[in-house]
């Protein structure tokens, strides 16, 4: 028997337990590849809303990040679906879910909704910088000029009407990207909300606590990267922005502690069948991921030193170290959310009699450099995008005649 | 690894290709044929489309229309002897580790003065420490101590009335049968294990040779010529009970009358079709 279970090591990872599990358990069926799924729809659904509040809401202050924003969602959200790719025991068989999509299955309708989303995405980006592509597929003298050329489709005219005519279908697509980019996160929450056989997941809060915490590392994931971005390109950080990116991340997460909060507390309190379990768990290896990392130290701690830099008008570099530091702790802090309702769903038994203690290996289909690999390849995307799509100028003729007089 | 890939076959039982006869096959081979044939397209699609089970059903006096099939465990004969689980093991195939079982046997220990009762399974380490491959035994751990109440309690897929597993699955792989089983349709399955998650009762496993969901079929391929599902052909007691609910002299529909049956976990909603006797509160 020793040799069989030393070989069968070798494809699937046993996980041991405590108390009374069924025996099935021991095999956790979604690992560290299904915490960057809901992690990545996350950051998508919150770069889009940020990219929304410009775009729709008339936020002035979003402007310097609102195109960034879009380009960003489009490159986290084009490795969502490699995730799910990448744990399925078939993945050439992943279209056998389109062609005959199961209609009572909440995870059937994934790739009609990624895919219709993926597609907005990429108009809504063509629309916003149309007049660039044009610009570009006729002064460019680099190699990228043909690729300009055949991102116009054939259409070089610029003018009012085209622009009036772009204007209103970015502003279409934007306002139809709002149910479509929430609906894809909060549909990620209902996949695990939705199941009856984990207490643990088994809530109707689990889409809104999914949709908030998105936004709130949307936020955090802009603000990190456009302070990175402009730290390179040595341009000054727009304050104004930024105290309005501070300001939205602060109410979306006092909003996300306090969802997060009450279906926890609920859990506990309604005490049904196995709240034993639960509170040993809870008390247990739950307690450093759970309320230190996602809770204390991810969530209540941003929230008052984003509290004292609002009383205190916080400014400056103060102002730029603070959010850094606030959006950090809060993207920590949604992974870790992401780990404790993920995994953790899995490590109190079915039997509500027994707990598992998954640790995620670091080679292999679902070890941590996989991980690593997938949360690292958006900003790979990112790069090589921008450097087609600049979103950090006005537009691509201003930005050019700028540089000509400036020389 | 090795004693997982010389099981006897590693592919499932011919049963396992009702799946053939689902909705969604019928029509893809009905516009198969259709547009391989375009005269017919008017007449192929609806004649294949109404032709039921026989066609490609392996066996072909077999009628799932005519059948209801259910299972009864009764917890007061069994001896925790096992066989059911390697008969099961052996029959279909599943790997043979301390991870995979389309049925398995719990044991409840109520010591003296205890409030709640200490559980384990055949899988636990200590008792695999005392199986064979083939012949999985419970250890006697309690032999120095003071018993007041124990017993066993085998467990496999309750092919439920409504399966959270079919409701679940994205492609359709898993299905219910006309006759009552729940089963996997192991060239179709793209492998999410999301119905591993959804069975509240932990029957379903990942089959990592094939890289798809796997669970107990009731031994289809022996159902469908009227036999007996291994676990409960192996039974030396009488424990497993299986049998057509449409027949009333069947011995599940004896099983039925002559008891007060429970089901586990209620509460889910799954009505499940495998009925209990003898089994305690602590069972879930």
Sequence with gaps: ?407 | MNKMSDTPDNTLPEGQDAGDTSGRRRFLAGAGAACASAALISVLGPAVAKDGPSGSFPTADFDWEKHNWGYGIDANKCIGCLRCVDACKNENGVAKDANHFRTWVERYVYLEGAKRPLIDSQSHPDNIAVSAPNASRFDDRYKNEKVEKAFFVPKMCNHCENPSCVQVCPTGATFKTKDGAVLVDKEYCIGCQYCVQACPYGARYFNEIERRADKCTWCYHRISKGMNPACVEICPVGARVFGDMNDKNSPISQFLKDNRVLSLKPEMGNRPTCYYIGIDKEVS
Aim: a positive charge; one cysteine or more; hydrophobic letters at 55%.
């Design chain 1, 1 to 407: 028997m020793e040799a069989v279970h030393a070989a069968a090591e070798a494809i699937y990872h046993v996980t041991p337990y405590t108390g009374y599990v069924y025996p099935n358990e021991t095999v956790v069926p979604w690992s560290i590849l299904i915490v960057i799924y809901p992690y990545l729809t996350g950051l998508v659904a919150g770069a889009f809303t940020v990219s929304s509040l410009f775009h729709v809401f008339g936020i002035e202050r979003f402007r310097p990040v609102a195109r960034f924003a879009l380009i960003a969602a489009l490159c986290f959200m084009v490795v969502v679906p490699v995730t799910l790719l990448s744990h399925l025991g078939h993945p050439e068989r992943a279209f056998n879910a389109m062609i005959t999509p199961h209609t009572t299955s909440a995870m059937a309708i994934f790739g009609y909704v990624a895919g219709f989303y993926v597609i907005l995405l990429m108009l809504e980006i063509w629309f916003m910088f149309r007049e660039d592509i044009v610009y570009n597929a006729q002064n460019d003298r680099s190699w990228k000029r043909p690729i300009y050329r055949l991102m116009t489709l054939g259409s070089y005219e610029i003018n009012d009407k085209t622009r009036h005519y772009d204007h209103k279908w970015l502003l279409t697509l934007a306002i139809i990207g709002i149910p479509a980019s929430h609906g894809l996160h909060g549909y990620v929450g209902f996949v695990f909300g939705s199941l009856k056989s984990r207490d643990w997941w088994s809530s109707d809060l689990m889409p809104a606590i999914f949709l908030f915490s998105a936004i709130v590392s949307g936020v955090s994931v802009l603000i990190i990267l456009y302070m990175i971005v402009s730290l390179v390109r040595r341009v000054k950080i727009d304050e104004d922005c930024i105290k309005g990116m501070v300001l939205a991340l602060w109410g979306f997460l006092m909003f996300t502690v306090l969802l997060e909060g009450v279906e926890f507390f609920a859990l506990m309190y309604r005490a049904r069948e196995g709240i034993d379990i639960i509170r040993e768990y809870k008390s247990g290896p739950l307690f450093w991921r759970f309320a230190i990392m996602q809770i204390g130290i991810g969530a209540v701690l941003p929230v008052i030193i984003m509290s004292l830099m609002v009383y205190f008008k916080t400014s400056g570099r103060k102002l730029m170290v603070g959010a850094f530091i606030c959006a950090a702790l809060v993207l920590t802090s949604v992974i870790f959310m992401r780990y404790n309702v993920v995994i953790g769903g899995q490590e109190i038994s079915k039997t509500m009699k027994g707990l598992l203690s998954y640790e995620v290996p670091f080679f292999g289909q679902e070890g941590w450099m996989a991980a690593i690999i997938l949360l690292s390849t958006p900003l790979v995307f990112m790069y090589v995008l921008t450097r087609f799509f600049n979103p950090w100028i006005e537009s691509a003729k201003s930005h050019a005649e700028a540089l000509a007089h400036a020389k």
